[in-house]
C-alpha cells in the first residue's frame, strides 16, 4: 500500500519537512516513490507548497494521506 507521509529534511532544531509517497513498508527515511511537497512549520505562517496534481493522482489510485498530511491537505483545501 502507498502512503502519503512527511520526511524530515532541515538541519538540528530546525526541522522542515517533504510530503512524499511511499511504500507504506518502508522506514520514514526510506526510498520514495515521488516527491509531492514541502511542508515548514517554524516559519509564521507555516511555509506549505504541495503539487496539487500529483497528490489528487495518488489519492485516485487508493495512497492514504497520514493523519498529520491530511490535516494539512484539508487546510489547503484539496481533501473535503
Known amino acids: 500500500m502507498v502512503k502519503i507521509r512527511l520526511t524530515r529534511v532541515g538541519a538540528k532544531n ?12 518502508k522506514p520514514r527515511e526510506g526510498k520514495h516513490l515521488e516527491i509531492l511537497g514541502f511542508y515548514d512549520p517554524k516559519t509564521e ?4 507548497q504541495v503539487k496539487e496534481d500529483r497528490i489528487k493522482y495518488w489519492l485516485s489510485v487508493g495512497a492514504q494521506p497520514s493523519e498529520t498530511v491530511k490535516r494539512i ?8
Not at 73 to 80: Q, S
Request: charged share 20%; aromatic share 4%; proline share 8%.
Open 14 to 25: 530546525k526541522p522542515a519537512y517533504r510530503i512524499i509517497a511511499i511504500d507504506s513498508k
Open 45 to 48: 505562517p507555516a511555509t506549505i
Open 73 to 80: 491537505l484539508k487546510n489547503l483545501g484539496i481533501l473535503g
